[in-house]
């Protein structure tokens, strides 16, 4: 059964922390979700780890390669 979990990141332009909704689904993705606060372009990573544990980091749009 798959259902969204809520993860904590910090913002990468301004700091602050928000929260996101991940979808296990999205595991292995990146997507784009503005913020919250400053409503700037954050790049969400989604990963697994090998506990199939979810995991999620923040880039700015440009430490995208
Ligand atoms: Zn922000």
């Known amino acids: ?27 292995g993705d990146q997507y784009i979700e503005d913020c919250q606060v400053c409503c700037r372009p954050i790049t969400i990573n989604v990963t697994t780890d090998s506990m199939g544990n979810l995991s999620v980091s923040a880039y700015d749009e440009n430490d995208v390669y």
């Open 1 to 27: 059964m798959d259902y969204l979990q809520e993860q904590t990141l910090s913002c990468p332009y301004c700091g602050e922390s928000i929260d996101v909704l991940i979808d296990p689904q999205d595991a």
